[in-house]
């Protein structure tokens, strides 16, 4: 008797939209199966990596990383333009981290001034992301949401304590939107409704269910991440079936395993060797959990699981 | 839980006056309000339709399909008029449902549409004689119009068994061998049977002003051990609300504060 392997057919799929503009737009989403489970079922559109860069200089990342742009991070336009043309980046994530209070409190009119001079240097979709101040970056996604009108961004992240200012401004100004929750699949589901009853469509939503490292929760984000898909597709509830974004590299490249030199931890073996697959597995767990829009920092890191992504899908 | 809204039905004036006058406006609207209040199904019940049944249930379905966009449940003795339903039914949405076949000789001739039109099909374990005494005896009866399905050709994954739910107020005890006949339907196949029952026959009868109540306890226990699909009044709040709550204990929706919104 041969062999016939047991699928599952699901009810739901999980949403898709594209962002940016023209032929470099790009498509995430689509799914109707459990990731990569490609004999159950189809999964038109493969999972995305944008390259996180910021608003200023990446002072307090670990060596490894900043190596890899240090001719280009004094100035985001030089290093969008480096990770599109240089690195082939397939979409960009600038994070307008020098707006935070704790860091340069810098205004909501410069932030909006770099987005429009990031999106005047490339063609590639750009992800808008704020410094993750609930006040602040109700001002400044608000700013950047209206200086990149007309550009199909991300904006986010919109959180529980922000989130109507930042729905209002994407709406108005026709972008996607990131809905951050922390780590609990209730909030997650109840800002997605929250959203939705605005007026704000389900469709041009991404869910952040927050990330983690690899060693320090990785199995929290895993967990509720693989729960958000079964719930679209099992359930079929229309509220957990946008697509699932992966903040990856914020939460891998400050850890002590990406930081703590060779010196110090000989058997932990070669730094930059361990910041990099750290990142890469990281960023594996979660597209093996549902995610499709992953940001990420390292290019070698990017590009191992750029191949990994080519031979699943 | 498929929810099949009840409201469209010969035995109420509004509808029956409607229908006689071939007006679509107030079906339309009871039709469209119960799609937005989250029925699946409608159910069109245009009852024996001895005259013109075929021509007063292919303007039903037209009608209503004009405004929701969902499958409906085909409620009629008319063989006749169920077939003329079923030819103009946009199945875009979903297949339709046959309400219903039991063990009756009378009835058998709706599986024959089922198969013949890939439509669902409930089936009411009642037989020829007296109503069934128990659980056991419905599943008797169910037994055999599964195997009378299989012979028409109707799969056993297009049938929801029916235990017939009876009125508490006069048949008390009949309550709890519905709610342990949907129990045992489940286990007459593997995947397991689907159920359906006509919630509201429960509270015939009673006062008016206790009959949403009983509804919703007795919903919450057939829901409980395993109830498929209701006909029932999705525009009774307190009855959806219960609904959406039993889902969230028996673990169908994932809680979210604003679960009764959805």
């Known amino acids: ?313 | 839980m498929i929810i099949i809204g009840e409201k469209i039905s010969v035995i109420a004036k509004k509808v029956r006056e409607a229908m006689n006058a071939r007006d679509p406006k107030p079906i339309q609207e009871l039709a469209a309000a119960q799609w937005k209040a989250g029925a699946h199904f409608i159910d069109v019940n245009i009852g024996p339709a001895e005259e013109n049944g075929e021509d007063l249930m292919k303007w039903m379905v037209e009608s209503i399909q004009q405004v929701v966009q969902a499958p409906l449940c085909l409620d009629t003795t008319n063989a006749a008029a169920l077939e003329a339903g079923l030819q103009v039914h946009n199945n875009e949405w979903g297949r339709p449902l046959i309400n219903s076949t039991s063990n009756e000789p009378d009835r058998f001739v709706m599986l024959e549409m089922a198969a013949k039109h890939n439509a669902q099909c409930i089936a009411l374990t009642l037989g020829k004689g007296s109503l069934p005494a128990d659980a056991e005896e419905r599943c008797g009866i169910a037994a055999e119009i599964m195997a009378r399905a299989a012979e028409y050709g109707v799969p056993m994954e297009d049938l929801f068994l029916d235990p017939l739910i009876l009125q508490v107020c006069t048949m008390q005890d009949q309550a709890i061998h519905a709610i342990k006949a949907v129990k045992m339907f489940q286990e007459l196949n593997d995947p397991p049977m689907k159920t359906v029952v006509g919630l509201s026959n429960v509270s015939n009868g009673v006062p008016k002003e206790m009959r949403s109540l009983i509804d919703r306890v007795y919903l919450t226990l057939l829901m409980y051990e395993g109830l498929s699909a209701a006909i029932m009044n999705p525009l009774d709040k307190d009855l959806m609300d219960v609904l959406k709550t039993t889902d969230i204990f028996l673990g169908n929706t994932l809680y979210a504060h604003s679960y009764l919104e959805m």
């Open chain 1, 1 to 313: 008797m041969s062999y016939v392997i047991p699928k599952e057919s699901y009810t739901g799929k999980v949403l898709s939209f594209d962002f940016g503009k023209d032929d470099r737009a790009v498509t995430v989403g689509g799914e109707n199966t459990l990731p990569f489970l490609s004999f159950e079922g189809q999964q038109p559109n493969k999972p995305v990596i944008a390259y996180e860069i910021q608003d200023c200089p990446p002072d307090d990342w670990p060596d490894t990383v900043k190596e890899a742009y240090k001719d280009v991070s004094g100035d985001p336009v030089a290093w969008a333009k480096h990770c599109q043309d240089v690195l082939n980046a397939k979409a960009i994530a600038l994070r307008l981290l020098s707006t935070h209070p704790d860091r340069d409190d810098r205004s909501a009119e410069d932030a909006a001034k770099t987005v429009k001079d990031v999106l005047a240097a490339v063609d590639v979709p750009l992800v808008i992301l704020g410094s993750n101040h609930i006040e602040k970056d109700s001002t400044v996604l608000v700013a950047a949401a209206e200086a990149a009108s007309g550009y199909n961004c991300i904006i986010g992240k919109a959180q529980e304590g922000n989130y109507k200012t930042i729905v209002a401004a994407a709406l108005a100004h026709n972008h996607k939107l990131i809905a951050m929750s922390e780590l609990d699949i209730n909030l997650a589901k109840q800002l997605n409704i929250l959203i939705t009853q605005m007026g704000f469509s389900k469709e041009k939503l991404i869910t952040d269910p927050m990330c983690s490292a690899l060693g320090y929760g990785l199995e929290y984000t895993y967990s509720v991440m693989e729960r958000i898909r079964l719930a679209a597709l099992a359930q079929n509830d229309p509220t957990m079936q946008p697509p699932i974004l992966g903040d990856v590299g914020m939460y891998v490249w400050k850890i002590k395993e990406t930081v703590a030199p060779e010196a110090d931890v000989p058997e932990w073996g070669a730094l930059r060797e361990r910041g990099i697959a750290w990142e890469a597995i990281t960023a594996t767990a979660m597209l093996l959990a549902g995610t499709n829009l992953l940001i990420m920092r390292h290019p070698a890191a990017i590009e191992t699981v750029e191949k990994t992504i080519g031979e699943l899908v």
